[in-house]
């Protein structure tokens, strides 16, 4: 590492107050410059949304009468952007998003506004990584900050290949019980949706989205991101956002479609 | 094709009132029984968005006095999604999202939400594409609307492999002058962006996002989304959501992380 500290940028999708956050501050305080960015509520499963049409507002943050980060009335994405953009004098050398409130494995990756705040940092060619604690009861997210610190200091030495972003989800398990770090692909998923149909006062139909993840691969497939975890192992899938299915492309040409 | 005509499911991101939706379904209807599911408002750059906080409603939408879609207060995503699990008696076909205003090029297709309509039609299992005129100004979405019936035929007779959709986009061309249907890959591109910093009228700053497209690669890589646009050819990338670079993975591997 560097003389100096490095800086790093702090983001999340459960908002500026969430418990998480917290925590990987106090993780990663002691190794750089932090600054948190982050949305000023929740912005779970927001995906890559950025905000447009809207005019985005930032505030202090302050929690115990402290400075904690800036709040923006924005997505995730939005928040790394400002921040590179328009409120760091300089240039991050890290970006770390989480510690999120539940899994970011399989098909979770696509809709997660967590990851998106990684994928940012990647597109503006900023190392980053997005982190996720894999359960929502009685959550300790302490062992998570102190692997987003241990990692942190991997990534900062060696550096990630342009383009190329780290999605970590870290099982609900004391740092004793976890049995290795897993280096996985992101695992096929689905969801069995379920559209909880109502009628409100005014007798008007409405619906609420609720469901449940089916996983397409078997148990034993131990290269996947949802079976390193159930076996108490943390997972590390390296993703990028070059979203060509390269192997697809001469079967297509064979096509030959004309205009 | 099937005797019976083919079930196509069309959606979009900029509304369920958009001209490019018209016109895509004017071009649909002659060869499928027809369903549009469309969001109420304009949900541009909303990712793979999906809403989980807040319930969705659906309402009839009548154009000229005639039954037209069902309007959702949600994303693209959620469109597609309420159709295949609430609304639809049997599963579509073909998922169409589109014509969208602007292209969906390069980096674009993360951010966009007519991507992430068709990237749900695949998580769902149903062959998908999304479609774009890649202007602004005085579009004519005439071409595009009949290419994209041409497509939609191709692929109800052909297929797509599961988890890969594709992303069209189309010149503001006539027919006669398109050179041909090109077969390429998503172009590496990021934003120069710029935050406009203003003050409003109860003296408080807020923000607005502007930014320019970077293309990363030079003009002449002619296997470029955007490079085929630049020259009035149609581009077609083959698109999946594994997310994982498996390239980086033995590399990744070779760090030996200990919990």
Not at 7 to 19: K, S, T, V
Not at 187 to 198: A, I, L, T, V
Not at 217 to 222: I, K, R
Request: proline letters at 5%; glycine letters at 6%; charged letters at 25%.
């Amino acid at each position: 590492m560097a003389k100096n500290k490095p800086r790093i940028l702090l983001c999340n999708d459960d908002g500026i107050n969430a418990p998480g956050l917290a925590a990987l501050y106090e993780g990663m305080k002691s190794i750089g410059d932090v600054t948190v960015v982050a949305p000023d509520a929740e912005k779970s499963a927001v995906g890559h949304a950025i905000t447009l049409s809207d005019p985005l507002r930032v505030w202090d943050f302050k929690k115990n009468g402290e400075f904690f980060g800036y709040a923006v009335n924005g997505t995730p994405a939005d928040c790394v952007k400002i921040a590179y953009w328009a409120l760091l004098d300089e240039k991050p050398d890290l970006v770390v998003s989480g510690i999120n409130l539940g899994s970011n494995t399989g098909i979770n990756a696509i809709y997660s506004g967590t990851v998106s705040a990684a994928t940012e940092g990647t597109i503006l060619g900023i190392p980053a990584f997005a982190v996720s604690l894999t359960t929502f009861e009685d959550p300790d997210f302490s062992y998570a900050a102190k692997f987003a610190r241990k990692l942190s200091e991997n990534i900062l030495e060696r550096g990630l290949p342009k383009g190329t972003l780290l999605n970590v989800n870290v099982p609900p398990a004391k740092e004793e019980e976890i049995e290795e770090i897993k280096i996985t692909r992101q695992g096929r998923s689905n969801y069995h949706e379920h559209f909880d149909k109502r009628v409100d006062p005014q007798n008007r139909v409405y619906y609420w989205l609720t469901g449940k993840k089916v996983q397409l691969e078997d148990d034993s497939d131990v290269d996947v991101d949802d079976n390193a975890i159930l076996n108490k192992r943390v997972s590390i899938t390296p993703l990028h956002y070059d979203l060509t299915n390269y192997e697809y492309l001469d079967e297509l040409k064979s096509w030959k479609i004309t205009p």
